[in-house]
């Protein structure tokens, strides 16, 4: 599966499709609910983790566009102390993204899994366990303690890429990014003003 392909004008300026996830959770049953979307408890939290509102991005750290969306997002953040931010990881681009995906999980257990989220989205050009492993290292990230942890919690972060997988399975998302804000699905990144709009409607 390949990121879905938008530009950066058509990001920034296409209309978003959205869906409403209260009434699929209500019709569906095999739908996850906004517990497993939003506050899985192996993922940390970015933003304020007792914001008010929540956004999940289901995402690859080599996904282009992903990294537009994320952009958008820290513009966000920066403005609004309100906002929770999951990252999903869905490493759709192979061994290289799943490496990235579980070194960056395997960071939380010494406070630097935001480090991480930000190294790698910010980086440029594909990703090797090299690579990771370097940007990972520039970021001030100790390699020695987070493979000892990746090790120790190897089982539980491959559970929950599969649970990630599963729910993007269920909702029927064809590549990163996906967003999920305030109880709504959106199949694509977002602009800051869509962000804000979404933002404003789930507050309301």
Wanted: aromatic residues 4%; hydrophobic residues 45%.
């Amino acid at each position: 599966m390949l990121c879905q392909p938008i530009d950066r004008r058509l990001f920034l300026t296409g209309a978003v499709a959205a869906l409403a996830l209260p009434c699929l959770l209500a019709n569906a049953a095999a739908m996850p609910t906004m517990d497993e979307v939003a506050a899985d408890p192996a993922i940390p939290a970015l933003g304020n983790p007792q914001g008010d509102v929540t956004i999940a991005e289901y995402v690859d750290f080599q996904c282009p566009v992903c990294k537009l969306a994320f952009i958008e997002l820290k513009k966000l953040l920066a403005e609004d102390a309100g906002i929770r931010l999951v990252m999903k990881d869905w490493p759709i681009f192979g061994d290289a993204s799943r490496y990235a995906a579980k070194m960056a999980l395997a960071t939380s257990d010494s406070g630097h899994y935001g480090q991480a989220v930000d190294a790698l989205m910010t980086a440029e050009g594909r990703l090797s366990e090299r690579r990771t492993d370097t940007i990972l290292a520039d970021a001030g990230i100790d390699l020695a303690r987070t493979r000892a942890n990746l090790a120790e919690r190897g089982a539980g972060i491959d559970a929950l890429l599969v649970r990630n997988e599963s729910q993007a399975s269920a909702f029927k998302l064809r590549g990163t990014p996906a967003l999920v804000v305030g109880g709504r699905l959106f199949r694509h990144g977002l602009s800051l003003d869509e962000l804000r709009t979404a933002v404003r409607q789930a507050r309301s």
